[in-house]
């Protein structure tokens, strides 16, 4: 398929462990962006990446967040020490250039569990 | 972190209604969009507006951006079955690089 993909599609963890959670954009995307969407609510914006770099991180909520982006293709979001309130959908996204008039393409997310 | 206004949370339908949704805000949002989402899956870009007063349909769905810039609204006519799901407004700010900032979501049901 030629959409966003995100792995692994579920994740259960224990609070206080590590966990990467992988987004591949669509090819040739140089925008990728991270959201996080808890029950009941909209989708709220983490990270952006243009290429390789961070354009934009004000949206992860503390230090234990960290994304990656190191070839400017696949992305990898980083929690550390998970705690239960981390427990939520990541959405990942890609667009062709970035911007405000770019079209953002949603894969289809992680579930992300911490017991 | 923020969201926007959306109006109503839920609402139930019977095939062949029209439906209505809004979103305000209490800044101004250069970019309006409107998203639908189905169970398992990423949001999906139903219509864009860039433009204040901008009216632009997508097949049975009508939106228009605000003239003020700090709402819009989505109208669905004539709904059928798969119409179903959650629908999102979101918002960009000018200079923000494309971070979208999203309303609640109104979901809408199938009458029982």
């Known amino acids: 398929g030629a959409g966003v993909s995100q792995t692994p599609s579920n994740k259960v963890t224990e609070k206080g462990k590590y966990v990467e959670l992988r987004c591949d954009p669509i090819s040739g995307h140089t925008a990728l962006y991270w959201y996080r969407q808890s029950l009941g609510q909209g989708p709220e914006f983490l990270i952006y990446f243009q290429g390789t770099g961070a354009a934009d991180d004000s949206g992860l909520p503390n230090d234990r967040f960290f994304a990656v982006r190191p070839e400017g293709s696949v992305s990898t979001l980083k929690i550390q020490r998970t705690e239960r309130g981390d427990s939520a959908v990541y959405l990942c996204?890609?667009?062709?250039?970035?911007?405000?008039?770019?079209?953002?393409?949603f894969g289809p997310g992680t579930r992300l569990t911490v017991l | 972190g923020q969201q926007l206004n959306q109006s109503p949370q839920s609402m139930f339908i019977q095939e062949g209604e029209d439906v209505s949704m809004n979103c305000t805000s209490s800044s101004i949002f250069n970019t309006w969009l409107w998203y639908k989402q189905d169970p398992g899956e990423g949001p999906v870009l139903l219509i864009a507006?860039?433009?204040?007063?901008e009216l632009t349909s997508n097949g049975r769905l009508t939106a228009q951006f605000g003239i003020t810039r700090k709402d819009s609204f989505l109208n669905i006519s004539a709904s059928i079955p798969s119409d179903v799901g959650i629908y999102f407004c979101a918002g960009q700010r000018r200079g923000s690089q494309g971070n979208l900032i999203f309303g609640k979501g109104t979901k809408l049901s199938v009458k029982p």
């Open positions: 996204a890609s667009s062709g250039l970035g911007g405000s008039t770019d079209t953002q393409y």
């Open positions: 507006l860039y433009k204040a007063g």
